[in-house]
């Protein structure tokens, strides 16, 4: 049996992505509307809430009353760890509505990119200011979590603090996914504007993914370990402790077994992630790449020609005296951020080729922007070979010498080509072409051009020396075999 489990070591704080305090999905919330917006800051690819307690307090309230459906995370160094181990979760967390910083953890990344201060607008504190604006709007509260009587008796404390405070109904958290859609009924039926879900994370977040277009109550936020505190279960650490920033270290001090990993481990994690962070925000891991990409292709560009030099000469020789024509051949191509530049090339087919293109443009075998043939006729004899070892690049060595390209990027596209591409299709100019790239070592003309453009897109996205000389070494295989090449 699977159960949900409330995570009392989380506190219900967060950081994400959004318009100063809200974007919805489709829409922009009431929320969004905020004078903080010079406020919000982004850390970690996640746009996080700053502000003032009392003020996120009311602006959640009032989202509540006026039924805007927002879905409210916390976020903390321990998130953090998660997220970069668990893509559903990160994903959940880019989902969100809102997302509010939580504790010191996110404070010092804050300090450490540069950012404008941090607040730490932690749930545990944010709760009661909830409590008291909901009171005050008549506006009620339902509580899903916990061990059983936990959430009750937190209720029961909070009615206590808040006279006119009404909650609409709790659950405790042990429950079995086969009674999933009874608790969803329950608190529909509630009537509740609010509902809290403190199962811990991911878990809550992935709950309230999984089920927020069932669930009725317009805002709905994961709390983590929150009402064990406000049901008096679990001590919280003292004021002073809390302002000093060392509210972890109370908590492992309760409960040293279960949260030892955590933030002794975990801590050290999270500084590695924040350093990371920030030499991204600061601009250093983008120059750093780009410097390191450019030193590998000048490396690479250099010592091919030193290498290949009398093949190419060969070659030259081999087009000259089939047809007596120029062994190269110039054309334009589309470069980075859609800058054309002359793209060079070993002749591969005859010198009328382009105006023979017209003709056999009905005999296209590619259902795409590109013209590609098999058995295309223009081809000559010596093309067909240097072709299919891909040799006819070998002059682009000078293209990668002077800049325009790089060793490994997407192939470089006709301006033709480009005219009819979609958006999506541009994606692939936001980085320089290249001789090699993934769909050319894994099946190249073979491969449709759509996922073809999905592997460009994805090399852009997630680019580094490293994956650079892997497809590097891919290549040399892909050119012997000659797979996919005409």
């Known amino acids: 049996m699977s159960m949900y489990q409330s995570a009392a070591s989380f506190s219900a704080n967060d950081s994400r992505r959004i318009s100063p305090l809200i974007i919805g999905r489709d829409h922009i919330s009431e ?20 502000g003032c307690l009392p003020e996120i307090a009311e602006k959640i309230v009032r989202a509540a009353s006026q039924g805007e459906r927002n879905a409210i995370y916390f976020i903390n160094a321990h998130c953090i760890n998660i997220a970069k181990r668990d893509r559903q979760y990160a994903a959940d967390l880019q989902s969100a509505d809102l997302l509010l910083p939580d504790g010191s953890g996110l404070r010092l990344a804050g300090r450490l990119a540069g950012t404008k201060p941090v607040d730490n607008l932690n749930g545990t504190d944010l709760f009661p200011h909830i409590c008291e604006k909901a009171a005050e709007a008549g506006q009620s509260i339902f509580l899903l979590g916990g061990k059983p009587g936990i959430a009750a ?16 109904g709790t659950q405790q958290g042990y429950f079995d996914h086969g009674t999933d859609e009874q608790i969803i009924d329950q608190i529909n039926r509630s009537g509740a504007s609010i509902l809290m879900i403190g199962m811990g994370v991911p878990v809550q977040e992935k709950w309230i993914a999984r089920y927020r277009d069932r669930i009725t109550v317009p805002v709905v936020m994961g709390v983590g370990g929150l009402f064990d505190y406000y049901s008096h279960s679990i001590p919280r650490a003292p004021a002073p402790v809390r302002d000093l920033g060392l509210e972890w270290c109370w908590r492992l001090a309760m409960e040293p077994r279960r949260l030892a990993g955590r933030y002794l481990g975990g801590n050290l994690r999270f500084i590695g992630h924040a350093i990371a962070n ?17 030193t590998l292709d000048l490396s690479i560009a250099l010592v091919a020609l030193l290498l290949l030099g009398p093949l190419a000469a ?6 000259t005296l089939e047809d007596r024509g120029s062994p190269f051949f110039r054309q334009t ?6 800058k054309p530049f002359q793209i060079w090339k070993f002749r591969s087919m005859y010198k009328d080729a382009e105006s023979r293109k017209a003709q056999l443009a009905e005999q296209n075998e590619r259902d795409s922007v590109c013209f590609k043939m098999k058995s295309d006729p223009r081809i000559t004899r010596i093309g067909k ?4 070892t891909s040799l006819d690049e070998l002059p682009q060595i000078l293209n990668i010498l002077a800049g325009q ?10 301006p033709e080509e480009v005219l009819a591409y979609k958006d999506k299709e541009r994606g692939r100019l936001t980085g320089k072409p290249g001789l090699t790239c993934t769909w050319q070592v894994s099946g190249r003309a073979d491969i449709p051009f759509e996922k073809q453009v999905d592997m460009d897109l994805d090399y ?3 680019q580094s020396l490293v994956r650079d000389l892997i497809l590097i070494t891919r290549t040399v295989p892909a050119v012997i075999t000659g797979r996919g090449a005409y």
Not at 385 to 388: A, N, S
């Open 31 to 50: 929320l969004a509307v905020s004078t903080y917006d010079e406020y919000a800051i982004s850390l970690f690819g996640l746009d996080l809430a700053n």
């Open 153 to 168: 008796a937190a209720a029961k404390n909070m009615r206590n603090r808040y006279p006119g405070l009404r909650f609409a």
């Open 460 to 462: 852009l996205s997630r």
């Open 333 to 338: 191509r589309i470069g980075a951020d859609g």
């Open 385 to 388: 070979l240097i072709r299919r």
């Open 314 to 319: 060969a070659i030259c020789l081999l087009i």
């Open 278 to 294: 920030a030499f991204v925000a600061r601009g250093h891991a983008e120059r750093y790449a780009a410097a390191s990409k450019r």
């Open 405 to 414: 390209m790089s060793v490994v990027g997407p192939r470089p596209a006709l």
